[in-house]
């Protein structure tokens, strides 16, 4: 793997975590009724580039960073608090409270007995990392006429994400709807980049139906590949994120990127190698890969939004893979029960979810020691042993726990970007077919020209595009009936997604 040497800024790191408050903002989150719902047929054939992975600048003009972020602080603040303060205030986490730029949190919040920076417990790799300087920086700032010359610490667009697959089975929520961006400078210097993913979970506004409930949502991207007119399709994306289809609520709200913490709830995640930002030469820094979450605070003054620069969701520590301590043993025993998960029959599939305590601060992807667990764990002779005897049990023994645990290295987000490319995965399970894992871009799965990597192109949209109209079909009326169409089987199980992966899996 290539060590890149880096300059880092004058700026450092923080985190923390800020108390989400029960309280919300006086504009309405109400759903609203201005999309009109989508048709209740069957499903046409997907097209990807417009159901699913939408990349269409007619659509995505539509879907500026500063168009996001005005409308989440709308939803969630009351305090005059703008876009530009709320970015701001997020890449400062990335400062530690020497170089901070706003009021925090900032990443050396939290240390532990040695002094070094925690996020949950576990240490921060970089605190600061060069991307706090963007704290100083206005991403909205747009070019000045034909001739203007570009802000390179503006975002472009660069897709849009129809996760339906991530709903789970027992209809708690329907799925995520993701923006993509990435900063500008990142199309043509590959050693100064910041991507940006807002992956909003969307309500049911009828948990009692369960999934069927989202149904309408599954309608509504399905339609899209049946609507030949790109400005019609543009038009309908907008509004379903910003306003809602009737009944739901839009997309783009602060409540769906992480306030009140849990599984049910979004999140902002970051891809980020600045690697020639302006400050002092500092050797080492890597790319990495962070979550963010909001949280809101509300007094007599009103409701704030604050970003929480968090644990990364699914990417457990890796030295609990081969430690002895209890926490150690305690995620190696829950492991055991995600080893089903992982025994997946297809790439697609397979998933997995780990308890909270147990996630680390960043997914490291230029030095796969930490998130490759295999190595991690390959001197535990008594966890292998375990994993070997789940495999048993479960009737997979074609399988060796170190497939498992390279399985599991696919579910962490360096894993997906980078690490795992080209793995041996091991055996289908059906016929002994070998699984191996897709390759990224190479470190992302969509850069910043709206590239997207083999791994969508041929394995994950594929798989979604199927679960999207398996889905339909199942709940549509193909004999004049009430709508059984060609669904059908055993009920799904509870700890699964529509797609068929853990509920929590990464991706």
């Known amino acids: 793997m290539i060590r890149w040497r880096s300059r880092v800024l004058p700026f450092a790191i923080s985190t923390s975590f800020a108390a989400a408050a029960a309280c919300s903002a006086q504009q309405s989150t109400e759903p609203s009724n201005s999309t009109e719902q989508a048709s209740t047929g069957c ?35 009351t305090t005059g608090q703008t876009s530009l303060e709320l970015y701001q205030q997020l890449v400062d986490t990335l400062n530690d409270a020497a170089h901070a730029r706003t009021k925090g949190p900032h990443c050396d919040d939290q240390k532990n007995s040695s002094g070094q920076p925690t996020i949950n417990g ?14 100083g920086t206005d991403p909205f700032i747009a070019p000045v006429g034909d001739g203007g010359t570009p802000n390179p610490d503006s975002y472009v667009t660069t897709g849009l994400v129809n ?16 923006v993509v961006y990435g900063k500008l400078s990142g199309k043509t210097n590959i050693f100064d980049r910041m991507l940006l993913i807002f992956e909003a979970v969307l309500p049911n506004p009828n948990p009692s139906e369960g999934l069927l409930g989202c149904l309408p949502v599954a309608k509504f991207w399905d339609d899209l590949s049946a609507d030949p007119s790109p400005s019609s399709r543009a038009s309908k994306l907008k509004s379903f994120y910003f306003n809602g289809l009737k009944g739901f609520a839009p ?61 990364v969701q699914t990417n457990p520590w890796g030295q609990l893979f081969g430690g002895t301590d209890p926490q150690s043993l305690a995620f190696q025993n829950a492991f055991l029960g995600q080893v089903p998960h992982l025994a997946a029959k297809s790439v697609a599939k397979i998933g997995m979810s780990t308890p909270t305590v147990d996630d680390g601060p960043q997914s490291d992807e230029q030095v796969p020691t930490n998130q490759d ?26 399988l060796t726990a ?35 894992w897709p390759f990224s871009n190479g470190f992302t799965q969509v850069d910043e020209s709206s590239h997207l990597s083999n791994a969508l192109i041929q394995v994950f949209l594929p798989a979604r595009a199927k679960v999207l109209v398996g889905f339909i079909n199942a709940h549509c009326a193909t004999d004049g009936g009430s709508g059984s169409g060609d669904g059908g089987g055993p009920p799904p199980p509870a ?10 899996a990464a991706n």
Not at 122 to 135: D, K, N, V, Y
Request: one cysteine or more; charged letters at 15%; glycine letters at 12%.
């Open 251 to 311: 997309v783009i709200r602060a409540q769906n990127y992480g306030i009140g913490g849990g599984t049910n709830t979004g999140q902002i995640r970051a891809n980020m190698f600045m690697f020639q930002a302006p400050g002092d030469p500092l050797s080492g820094q890597e790319w990495e890969l962070r979550e963010f979450r909001l949280s809101q605070s509300c007094s007599g003054t009103g409701c704030s939004l604050t970003a929480d620069n968090t644990f």
């Open 495 to 504: 700890d699964e997604t529509v797609g068929g992966s853990a509920i929590g």
């Open 43 to 77: 499903a046409v054939t997907p097209n990807p580039s417009e159901s699913l992975f939408v990349t269409d600048p007619t659509a995505l003009a539509n879907f500026s960073l500063g168009a996001v972020m005005s409308q989440i602080v709308a939803t969630g603040s």
């Open 373 to 398: 667990y295999f190595v991690q764990a390959e001197n535990n002779t008594v966890f292998l042993k375990n994993i070997t005897a789940k495999l048993a049990s479960i009737g997979r023994s074609d």
């Open 163 to 178: 996760r339906f697959d991530l709903a789970p089975n027992n209809g708690a929520n329907c799925g995520q709807y993701r």
């Open 402 to 436: 170190h497939n498992i645990l390279d399985r599991a290295t696919t579910q962490g987000c360096a894993g997906c970007h980078e690490i795992a490319n080209g793995r041996d995965l091991g055996p289908d399970g059906d016929g002994g077919a070998k699984l191996t």
């Open 122 to 135: 576990f240490p921060e790799q970089f605190c600061p990392r060069q991307e706090g300087f963007l704290a």
